[in-house]
């Protein structure tokens, strides 16, 4: 038996009729960059999220570059930015040209530790990120009331988590701004690279909507320079008939992960499991297991894979200790929670469509992985 880590086709067997038909019509109208197609998507995209803004974008890393360019801080200013998290949190900030301060996690689940938020936070701190990781929200009261007091801004990453709730509200309605991505993957994917800006302001919105485009309001109007980020009309299209299964979609990863804690916690009870922070509706991007140091994580995912199971890490090493930020000079220690989640974690396949046959199988495998790695004492 193989088991991908994901399996996009599943939902595409479900849309490519209505898709079709859609896609019929874009072919008649010939309007391939914004345009109604895309209009129609942000705002249907903007009712599902609650917010009243919705601006689409090239990708995710793009939405936050944008995101962060709208608040307009000066080049010394920094964003509180999670250790533990995809390259792009963090990149979206650099690229607009502001500085990262890096936040470690919190042991249990993953998520912005907002005490070390505080701790870490400098005189020149303007606005912190939470990345709602794996598919739930960061703890959204603390990082509210911390940036209150603060007075900083909070742009949220919401890229893991579309119709992820807390507290019954949407994430990416608790901050100035939020960004998204719709790289295929993501609960919400296009057939390509798509994201968004979020956000209940609509001086924000505009600002986001020049910096897309060339930073023209009109025609051979450039008042300031932009981009070139835009959402193209055939992911809209595709994003649109998505979004009518999305709550469907994420109703059946949230099945799976039952499923899974039940079953992982009675055949491989060694294992950490992942759980929902109270008051969160997850809606499982990830399902992202811990494994315990003894049994050598790295062996358990090669013995996963040897057995056809498609296993990740989400993620190997933490942001701040990449290549890529060695000038921030961060050295091993500096971020113990998001270092021991690096070493420890290994993602399941989860997706919709995952049968139980499927999950009965990767819990097979990772018994037996786990029974031939124990390090002997
Ligand atoms: C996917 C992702 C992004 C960026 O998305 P792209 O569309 O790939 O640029 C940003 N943040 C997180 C947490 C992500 O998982």
Redesign the pocket.
Known sequence: MKVPFVDLSLQHSQISDELNLRLGELFREQSWVLGPEVSRFEGEFARYMNVSECVGVA????A?ELAVRALSLEPEEEVLVPAN??I??AA?VLRAGARVRFVDCDPEHGLLDVEDARRRATARTRAVMP?H?YGQAAPMESVLALAKEKGWFVLE?A??AQGARRGGASVGTFGDLA?T???PG?NLGAYG???AVLTRSRGLAEKVRLLRNHGSPAKYAHPELGFNSRLDSLQAAVLSVKLTRLEAWNAQRRACAERYREQLAARCPELGLPSALPGNEHVWHLFVIRVPARFGRDRVLAELQRRGVGAGIHYPVPIPLQGAFASYGHRAGDFPAAESMAREQLSLPLFPGLTEEQQDYVVRSLRAALDGSEAPS
């Not at 990708?59 to 793009?62: F, L, M």
């Open positions: 990708n995710g890393t793009d936050l998290s995809f792009a949190s979206g990345v990781l990453d890229a893991q960004a991505s719709f790289y993501k690279d798509g994201g």
